[in-house]
């Protein structure tokens, strides 16, 4: 009898735990590839990839090799990013996100289209677009490059350390992305970090494989930038905008400097469907250009794409108070900007979470410090918009950067468990010189 | 549109309405078993009842499992359990929960009934639901055009996202919980008009007569007629209050999720109009008692036409005015109404300006106050104000009759009250009546007046009384009562009947003291102001059917009115005829002891010889006691003894 009951118990035991287990099933490749201009190494959670240009291949010639190299590696590609799409874009709305990326494209970089194009060639979704056949068309694929442009997803923030409140005396900066993964993991089974290598320059991103654009990145001139949304509630339009991701890789790989780089992104000839606030980071410092293209103001004031530096006037309100720190959530502080943060209980939560726990971290803080407070989840990961954790169930990837060696303390969410780990695991990453 | 804090909230109530309704639940079961409750099935119309909650149930199970994808735009569970609001889930799980165990607990109580029972729970749920229901729709509309707006190139987002089946639930929620709530609500004020009214009917009789006679007959027509029906009214301010309420707690929710700030404005401006609504009741609650006194003139003025149609009808002079006094007292009436309604047109009106003010106040001002005031929330603002602006004024129209029905509830209350302060509640031993009531032929009775006395005491300072009266009326006797006007008669005959209680000394029957139920019970009357029902109460006219027709025969009246069943063909017959039928009614309830209050009066000299010479000693012969008011001093030598009343005293 007792052996019985023992088994019994046993048995549901085994069965709640296989329920609780959110183990995803992970289809496995090879575990490299190379071709021409085209490298791509599995490096266990994360796919390690370089795009040599200074081969003198064509966009498209890359972006093909890619397409080839990305179906080795995961064979059940396709079907992952085409499901992604399926499941943030509801079958009414599917068909409208083509009209909003047509609105785009011209004014996207050639160079771009092509490699998007070049990779489209080797997918088996050709012209075709219809949603959920796991196949990916061409201007799918192109939908998956401009998702934060045409369907608002990207959720982050970014805090940094630099002068003397940095223990090394240079700049350190920790982003986290806040993303929504996929209910079968499909942004952690493609996430990568890809070099992309010119003849005069390297640029390096956090992201996804045939995601084009930067969601984090830097360049061997030691500017980085990180995308993070910024909603107004503005209506949308797309009529005559760009692409933010793509045009900040364009300002990765011509610019040297950080303010540069932000000009560059602030130039009131481009023009976004969405606001947005966008970090750049040097050896020296970090600034956050709030890039609200609407330019509602607060307080009669009205600032459209500036900068904020650690000392910037914030909004009535709003309080900081770090010298050589900064840091940022979804939402516009400067003073005289669209105030989209004193009542967002979310952005209000995990600004006062960074501050306290920047201020426990104390006058000067570490590596590891900074990685603390970039992790913190208040115990244990909640979600996304109620748990002010700034690491948090929407977290897919936190990335320390250090522009002194040009490497990465990174985690990213693990390709084969769809919940996120209690405690994130980072390696170290050194990109290709 | 679902944020944290109102996740947490629903996850709340509905936690705390669950356990609730658990609990009524295990008490509908417990009674079930204890078969307190008993199955109905309701043929057709149950079934139809089942398949309709079951599909509305099943309706609103699909809207909540499609929660994430019909209002967060394709989202799935996994995306808010990652995104947020993480209360979401356990919210909706709650709210599940909530839904099966008042489903379970619905579908019980509805099949098997319970009598009498009042399940203000059920009502109240269903009340909150219909508010929600009536809700859903306004925060459905505004999504709905939200969507329209923002997503211009798809025209059918509203359709292929399915929102509208959560338009539909919300008027199917509204609908069907309204019209369950309303039909409950109007078996439960009908039972508790009911109630009341059979409260007042029982406090009226068990009054003793001399208390009762104090009181105004227009105060009890007002008290068993028009206050019971004005409360009647309870039912559609309650269910129109009730949901109105809820709808506006679940808007002014969703307006708070929208801008708190704006909420809070809304609500003070709002607590600020019902305030000043408060403060005018207080006047025309004033009004309002007075227009319910003159109510009782005017039943009074209804009565007196009614019962002097006949005088009024010869005497032009008299009728004009009268016509001038009702005519008066129907003008006080309007007057009073007009001055209690007058005090609300002002704050009504104003509550209607406050009301529109406070759209102006959002749609001009708000963009200013509150800085990241978004276009879309203004636009919501405004589609809930106006929406919310019907029910508001709804509410604020409903005080005024309630305050009316306060009135009528308080003077219910008052008029039970007045009548159990005077109830006698010392009756005798039921054993004793019933064996006083059962004496029958050549059982003796003897009525004793040791030292009796009585006074009145009227407001007029009239202090008339008699005693002390030394008496014994005994069973075979007949006993004249004889006096002049105002000597004292009728007080005597009306203490010996038990309807007055002496203020000294004591009656006793058969030796025993007896108290005024007692003495009721052992006669039989026919008073000169006599009142013949239109029924035999009192009477087992089945087994006297024969002597029905034997008295209606000996009293010559069987061809002027029958009675079958127990009832009178009819009671339209002149005073004389009218008096002989009560006279067979006294027969029939062959009390020991009979009592004719100048019954020959109206009679003509046939017929009064007959009732001295034939009827009066036939009674006596079975052993009655039989007492006689009268003047006929023809006949004095018929009675065995004779009292002459004077002053208030026996003068021989």
């Given amino acids: 009898m007792k052996k019985t009951l023992l088994m019994v118990f046993l048995a549901i035991l085994l069965i709640l735990q296989s329920a609780c287990n959110s183990d995803v099933v992970v289809i496995k490749g090879e575990s490299n590839y190379k071709a021409d201009g085209v490298t791509i190494v599995d490096k266990g959670n994360y796919f390690e990839v370089v795009l040599d240009f200074s081969t003198g291949l064509s966009h498209r010639q890359i972006g093909k090799a890619l397409a080839e190299g990305i179906l080795k590696v995961i064979p059940d590609y396709e079907a992952l990013v085409d499901s992604y799409i399926a499941e943030n874009l509801p079958k009414y709305e599917y068909p409208y996100m083509f009209y909003r990326v047509e609105d785009i494209k011209p004014q996207v970089n050639k160079e771009y289209i092509e490699e998007v194009e070049g990779m489209a060639s080797v997918f088996s979704g050709g012209k075709d677009n219809v949603r959920g056949d796991n196949k990916i068309s061409e201007d799918e694929l192109l939908l998956f490059n401009l998702f934060p442009d045409v369907a608002r997803i990207a959720q982050c923030s970014i805090v940094s350390v630099f002068g003397s409140r940095s223990e090394t005396g240079e700049n350190m900066v920790a982003r986290n992305l806040d993303w929504y993964g996929g209910s079968k993991n499909q942004l952690p089974r493609i996430q990568s970090v890809v070099t992309l290598k010119y003849s005069d320059k390297k640029v390096y991103t956090i992201g996804y494989l045939g995601y084009m654009g930067v969601i984090t990145g830097f360049n061997d001139s030691k500017v980085f930038a990180a995308i993070l949304d910024s909603g107004t509630g503005e209506v949308y339009s797309s009529t005559g905008k760009r692409s933010y991701p793509l045009d900040i890789r364009a300002a990765l790989e011509s610019k040297k400097t950080l303010d540069e780089a932000a000009e560059y992104m602030k130039d009131p000839q481009k023009n976004y469907a969405y606001n947005h606030l966008i970090a750049f980071a040097d050896a020296k410092e970090t600034k956050i250009l709030e890039n609200n293209i609407s330019g509602n103001g607060s307080d009669g004031n009205r600032i459209k794409r500036e900068l904020r530096t650690s000392d910037s006037k914030l909004n009535k309100g709003i309080e900081w108070g770090f010298k050589d720190a900064i840091g940022s959530v979804n939402s516009f502080l400067l003073y005289g900007n669209y105030d989209n943060h004193t009542d967002n209980k979310n952005n209000t939560k995990r600004w006062k979470n960074m501050g306290e726990q920047l201020a426990k971290a104390g006058d000067t803080v570490s590596l590891e410090e900074l990685e603390a407070i970039a992790t913190y989840d208040g115990g244990s990961p909640g979600s996304f918009l109620d748990s002010g954790d700034l690491y948090n169930k929407m977290t897919l990837y936190t990335v320390i950067w250090e522009p002194k060696t040009l490497s990465m303390e990174l985690y990213f969410h693990p390709r084969g468990v769809l919940e996120v780990p209690k405690d994130p695991t980072f390696e170290k990453v050194h990109v290709p010189q | ?652």
């Fill in chain 2, 1 to 652: 549109m679902v944020n944290s804090g109102l996740s947490f909230a629903i996850m709340c109530i509905t936690g705390l309405m669950c356990l609730v309704t658990l609990y009524y639940l295990v008490v509908v079961v417990v009674e079930i078993f204890k078969k307190q409750r008993k199955f109905k099935g309701d043929g057709i119309k149950g079934f139809a009842t089942l398949i309709l909650s079951m599909g509305l149930i099943g309706g609103i199970g699909y809207c909540l499992y499609y929660a994430p994808d019909i209002l967060f735009l394709g989202s799935t569970w996994h995306m808010i359990e990652v995104i947020g609001p993480a209360d979401l889930i356990t919210a909706v799980i709650s709210s599940c929960a909530l839904l099966s165990v008042f489903y379970v607990y619905f579908v019980l109580s509805h099949f098997f009934p319970k009598e009498n029972d009042k399940p203000f729970f059920m009502i109240i749920v269903l009340s909150i639901l219909s508010g929600i229901g009536n809700s859903i729709i306004v925060f459905i509309i505004n999504e709905a055009l939200n969507r329209a707006l923002s997503n211009n190139s798809d025209r059918y987002i509203n359709f292929e996202s399915r929102l509208y089946l959560y338009f539909l639930l919300g008027i199917a929620l509204f609908t069907l919980s309204a019209m369950i709530v309303r039909k409950r609500l109007i078996a439960i004020t009908a039972a508790v008009v009911y109630d009341k009214r059979v409260e007042i009917i029982n406090k009226i009789l068990k009054a003793p007569y001399f208390k009762y006679e104090a009181l105004e007959d227009s105060k009890t027509y007002s008290a068993l007629n028009n206050d019971p029906e004005t409360v009647s009214g309870f039912v559609s301010m309650l269910v129109t209050g009730l949901t109105g309420i809820i709808t506006m707690i679940t808007c002014f929710i969703y307006l708070g999720t929208l801008n708190l700030y704006g909420m809070i404005f809304s609500i003070l401006v709002i607590l600020l109009t019902v305030g000043m609504f408060m403060k005018a009741t207080k006047t025309a609650e004033k009004h309002f008692e007075r227009n319910r006194d003159i109510l009782e003139l005017f039943f009074k003025n209804i009565t007196d036409l009614v019962n002097g149609f006949k005088e009024l009808h010869i005497n032009a002079r008299k009728r004009e005015e009268f016509k001038e006094d009702m005519e008066k007292n129907c003008g006080l009436y309007r007057d009073t109404r007009m001055q209690g309604e007058y005090k609300y047109v002002g704050v009504g009106i104003f509550g209607e300006i406050m009301y529109f003010l406070v759209i102006g106040i959002a749609v001009f001002t708000f963009p200013i106050i509150f800085s990241n005031f978004e276009g879309s929330t203004l636009r919501n603002y405004t589609v809930v104000f106006l929406y919310m602006g019907g029910i508001v004024n709804q509410q604020i129209h409903i005080i005024p009759n309630l305050v009316r029905l306060t009135v009528s509830w308080k003077r219910i209350k008052q008029f039970i009250s007045e009548i159990s302060m005077i109830e006698d509640g010392h009756g005798p031993a039921t054993d004793v009546i019933e064996e006083i009531a059962a004496a029958k032929d050549g059982q003796e009775i003897a009525i004793q007046f040791k030292d009796v006395g009585f006074h009145y005491k009227n407001k007029d300072g009239d202090n008339f009384g008699i005693g002390p009266i030394n008496y014994e009326f005994k069973s075979g006797e007949i006993v004249f009562i004889s006096g002049g006007n105002g000597s004292g008669k009728s007080t005597l005959a009306k203490l010996l009947t038990g309807l007055y209680k002496p203020d000294e000394g004591e009656i006793r029957i058969n030796g025993q003291v007896a108290d005024m139920k007692m003495l009721g019970s052992s006669f039989t009357t026919v008073y000169s102001n006599f009142y013949l029902f239109e029924k035999l109460y009192g009477v087992n006219h089945k087994d006297k059917q024969n002597e029905i027709q034997k008295y209606l025969k000996l009293l010559q009246i069987e061809d002027k009115v029958q009675i079958t069943d127990g009832k009178f063909s009819t009671l339209k017959l002149s005073t004389g005829q009218r008096k002989r039928l009560a006279l067979l009614v006294s027969y029939l309830e062959d009390k020991p002891v009979c009592l004719f209050d100048e019954w020959a009066a109206d009679q003509d000299p046939e017929f009064r010889r007959f009732f001295y010479e034939s009827l009066l000693p036939e009674l006596r012969n079975r052993g009655k006691a039989v007492i006689a008011i009268t003047h006929d001093d023809y006949y004095f030598n018929r009675a065995d003894k004779h009292i002459k009343m004077d002053m208030g005293k026996i003068s021989n």
